[in-house]
């Protein structure tokens, strides 16, 4: 394997973050080979990392990456049960699944990888990253066909993302996608009222099918291994910080809904409303009719009301019949 830095290699390994593996080696409590490490230092394999004295345990097998060239025919499945799967195809001395599909019928770039880290990242659809295609149909298109497919299609319930569409030649286009739902090119132009002939995937990213000739693979190459873990990276982190940004807008908004009204609700108010899980803290003392003999004590506390509801649910059974249990003795 390519070098990589130290935090790195100590978060892959599952120990830390790699945030607070930088503490550790500042602290002095990393050695390489016996010696103490600088914050930076890249180490591979075959380095004897401790971590406190102890030896940190990692899987010595050296991560995978090929790019196929898929001839159609070819299933992107590790079922190995699918006769033409593209595992027994390729058939590398180990184990490595497919990124993503690339239908049966069609053939072009594929990735394939031991990464399962990688392949989230690349499949995450927030990422929009892009996959091109050149494609045939059965008759000629025109500009209407093209506007209509950059501006989305309609198929399985949803429009699809816009996308960028050249005419090439009479009855052949390429298409630049962000998005990979299932045999969307296919689907877009039978909606069109069009069949496609042949599919080819030429681009994943920035790589290529340049100098791949069909049925054939190659290993990446160092260079497009680090750019390929920098774009993975980068987009990781937009979408984290837009995640984040969506969750404090929900907050906020929650916590207004909740300051414009702060008085109790009446008992019965909430009658014919869905359950919520966790609801039972909040209402149960407060629920009216239903137990004005039920005290705060025997309410589940904080922790089990975030449970799923069929945990919390069993619980309101159990105080509605002490209730009327109660009552029958009165």
């Known amino acids: 394997m390519e070098p990589i830095r130290l935090n790195k290699f100590i978060s892959d390994a599952g ?18 080979n016996g010696k103490k490490p600088e914050i930076g230092t890249k180490v591979t394999f075959k380095d004897k990392v401790h971590i406190d004295g102890n030896l940190l345990e990692v899987n010595a097998v050296e991560p995978v990456y090929l790019l196929l ?6 299933e992107t499945t590790t079922d190995l049960s699918q006769r033409d799967n ?16 690339l239908d049966k019928d069609s053939e072009g770039l594929i990735i394939l990888t031991n990464d399962g880290d990688i392949v989230n990242k690349i499949l995450r659809a927030g990422n929009k990253h892009e996959k091109e295609y050149v494609v045939t149909v059965n ?30 030649g009479a009855n052949r286009f390429r298409i ?38 069909l049925g054939q693979w190659r290993n990446m190459t160092v260079t497009e291994i680090a750019e390929l873990q920098r774009m993975v990276e980068a987009s990781t982190k937009t979408e984290e910080a837009s995640t984040s940004r969506k969750k404090t807008g929900t907050t906020e908004s929650s916590r207004s809904a909740r300051n414009s009204n702060p008085k109790p609700r009446k008992s019965g108010s909430s009658a014919g409303k869905p359950f919520k899980p966790g609801s039972l803290v909040k209402s149960g003392p407060k629920s009216a009719a239903a137990g004005k003999r039920e005290k705060p004590k025997n309410a589940p506390n904080a922790r089990g009301s975030r449970g799923s509801s069929k945990g919390t649910v069993p619980g309101a059974k159990g105080k509605s019949g002490a209730g009327k249990g109660s009552r029958k003795r009165r």
């Open 176 to 213: 630049i996608l962000t998005q990979g739902m299932n045999r969307q090119i296919r689907r877009m132009c039978e909606v069109l009222g069009y069949e496609v002939q042949t599919l080819q995937r030429v681009r994943i990213m920035h790589l290529t099918l340049t100098k791949i000739p």
């Open 86 to 101: 593209i595992i027994r195809f390729v058939n590398y001395p180990e184990r490595i699944f497919p990124v993503g599909r």
């Open 139 to 168: 008759k000629p298109i025109n500009q209407d066909f093209v506007d209509k497919m950059s501006n989305g299609v309609a198929i399985l319930g949803v429009n699809t993302r816009k996308c960028t569409v050249t005419q090439e």
């Open 69 to 74: 060239n898929k001839p159609a025919g070819i």
């Open 15 to 32: 120990f830390c973050s790699r945030r607070e593996a930088d503490k550790l080696i500042e602290q002095g409590r990393v050695s390489v």
